[in-house]
């Protein structure tokens, strides 16, 4: 403890001596004894207190009075003045300033003095978030944001920002942050920034996802009034507004892909012919406008034009027959070869025919067409237009530019025989048969029988102009098939024939006959009692990757391998593990491979069978999603191209019951009609099953509502019957997950990355799927 005097002087002068004896004679009556010297010690010369307040202690030692003097106000003193020894408590608040605080004390005792440092640190400054990464799904939303301050802040944003809003609680402990749905193509992102006193800041990083992506070929396949929120398209518009030959509301768009869709707006929009357009579907549903798969309830706020297009659409060239056969999907630009206008006097907007001398295809026109009164095109060429499906198929011409290559002469002003009829089947009964004959002008023909056939005679055996003429067949007992050849023949027209076939009892088929009565490798034949027993999974048989020999059961492979560039199509096929992948193949180097054995070497299927093709699907299956959908069937007859009779569109009658049934009538209206029901059956997650059904009909044969079709299948004395189990499929990217057991099916056909797809009581038809998946096999025979 430091110790204070008041120390004598030492020197004295003589004249100070002299005044010292002087007054110590005078003081006589005082005490002897020396006054004590003042004095002052402390135990401690400075303080630290905490930042939160608190107080210390000093202590004073003295003889004389003394006080503290201090001239800040944030410090208290106890007591601050006194007389002799005492304790002094030192007190501070919590320092709520960011600056360090500090004060000199002053003692003073007599004239003794001692100081004392006091100090206390100021606050830290804090400013945080939590979280520092928000993220968002494209429909956007709210999430709250914590935040942790003892400082003022304010935000402020990376870029300039409409799709968040913020609001902050009333004690600034957290923040709501929402995001508006995502109605661009793209993901976003944006910095929210803290900016707080003292330099403190913080950050917040916050993303939405952007919109799925969705193919024109994915579109097409949604079903009937499916929501197309948060996915976009797209494509080049392969539609004219100009030409007013499609509502100002709708346009075409089409893919690289060969993929073609129609978009319909609520409002008319301004995008010309060969923009390419990025369309966000928020607000729409799958439709059909006028015949064409679309897109409709859309919003023109939502569709973006591309400053520099990217996709490439060339006409895809096609010919009537093809599109009468069904081959060709509504929507798609195509380009038809060497037509000419059937009757040159009408005009574009009177509907007028093209045609080969052969086929004919209607123009679809509408009034507000621009060139709807212009006389049609008298030449002979190539004419580009979109087809459509509206009560029949249709061609819908853009603009005259799509007729302007119709420049040659034209070919089909000669005389023309078209007949309604090309083959004809007679059971061993014989009977009659009308064929008509239609000409573009008065020409006169005639029909000749071919030799040693005289058991089919015709009446009349010529005409004039369009007329007919009836074929008569007696009755056969004999054994096999005969046939007859009539040709009709006219002066400088070409002949037109017509195939008569007389078969004899048992010769004709079931279509179903050809397809296996079970799943290549299952325990128990597809039949009704085995798939409603309790192994009904035994009658799902074994599961293929497309293009592999090997079958996996529905209970997973056991053993897996990842795609490499080691693995080969051919060795593959030895190999027993599963092929996992990532992109949907199983083979990293496909090639050029585009049916089965060209990848495989070989079928899986037993001898005399093969994987089914695209031909055989059509004889007992529905050729298009239209045509296969429970829901939306209706009554309605068209084009498919069998394949029994090669380069001839047949006919078939397709009727539904609005639920679970699907009826046709294939080869309609001919003797080798053929019907068939298409049924859903069992139960939805478990063993649902389709069951088909056919009977063999004629000429005759007709329905055209499901109670009558129902009626017909009642009244047949014999049928023919294959159930195809709902089996799902395995997972390309394991091997082992089953996926939609008892609920949908993917049979694999012979084309690369095609299948008979079957989805509970939706719909059956044929559609995509990747190789890498495995899926149940239905074996055809040779």
Known sequence: MKKTFSTPTRGLSIFSTL?????????????????????????????????????????????QSWSIHTESSWLTLDPASGKGDAKVKVSANKNTDYQLRETTLTITAGSLIEKVTVSQPGLEPVLSVNPQVMEFEVAGGHQTLAITSNVKWTTSFSEETDWISLQVSADSTSMEITASPNTTTESREVTLTFNGDQHKTAALTITQEEPELATIAELRNLTANTKTDYIWVKGLVTSDKEGKNIDEKNMIIQDASGNAIALQFTTKHDIALGTQVNVLLNGGSKTTVNGLNAIGSLSTALLSPQPTPTITVNPTVKTIANILAGEVADGLLIQLNEVEFKDITKTYGDQPILWNSSEELVLSTLETATFAKEKVSDKNGFVTGHLTQNGGWKLLLRNLDDVKHMTSPRKYDKPQLKLDANAHTFDQQGGEFVVNV???????????????????????????????????????????????????????????????????????????????????????????????????????????????????????????????????AEKAQTMTEFITSSNGDWLLNPGSATTWEARAGSSPCPAGYHVPTKDDLIQFFPSNEASGT???????????????????????????????????????????????????????????????????????????????????????????????????????????TLQAPGAASWYWLDAKMRCIYMLNTTKIYENGAQCGYAQPIRCVKD
């Open 630 to 736: 429970f829901a939306t069937t209706q009554s309605r007859v068209i084009y498919e191209k069998l394949v029994d009779r090669p380069g001839v569109p047949d006919r078939t009658l397709y009727v539904g019951d609005g639920t679970s049934k699907i009826y046709a009538i294939k080869k309609f209206e001919t003797a080798d009609a053929y019907a068939l029901r298409f049924e859903m059956l069992g139960q939805i997650g478990k063993n649902l099953y389709l069951k088909i059904t056919e009977f063999l009909g004629n000429e005759e044969t007709y329905f055209d509502n499901a109670t009558d079709a129902e009626a017909s299948f009642n009244k047949a004395t014999a049928t023919e019957v294959r159930i195809l189990p709902l089996a799902g499929m395995l997972s390309f990217q394991d091997g082992v």
């Open 19 to 63: 005044v010292l004896i002087l007054s110590l004679s005078l003081s006589g009556c005082k005490d002897d004894k020396d006054e004590a010297l003042p004095t002052l010690e402390i135990n401690k010369h400075s303080i630290s207190l905490a930042l939160e307040g608190g107080s210390e202690e000093i202590i004073l030692s003295t003889n």
């Open 438 to 568: 239609t000409t573009n002008s008065s020409v006169r023909w005639t029909v000749n029988v071919s030799a040693n056939a005289d058991w089919c005679t015709v009446q009349p055996s010529s005409g004039t102009g369009s007329a007919s003429f009836t074929v008569t067949v007696a009755a056969y007992a004999g054994t096999g098939n005969r046939t007859a050849t009539l040709t009709v023949t006219a002066d400088k027209a070409d002949p037109a024939i017509v195939e008569i076939t007389q078969t004899t009892i048992g010769q004709r088929e079931y279509a179903l006959s050809k397809l296996a009565e079970s799943n290549l490798g299952a325990k128990l034949a597809a039949t009704e009692e085995n798939i409603l027993g309790p192994n009904y999974k035994e009658t799902w048989g074994l599961y293929y990757q497309w293009g592999r020999n090997v079958g996996f059961p529905h209970t997973g492979a056991t053993a897996t391998v990842p795609a490499s560039e080691e693995i080969t």
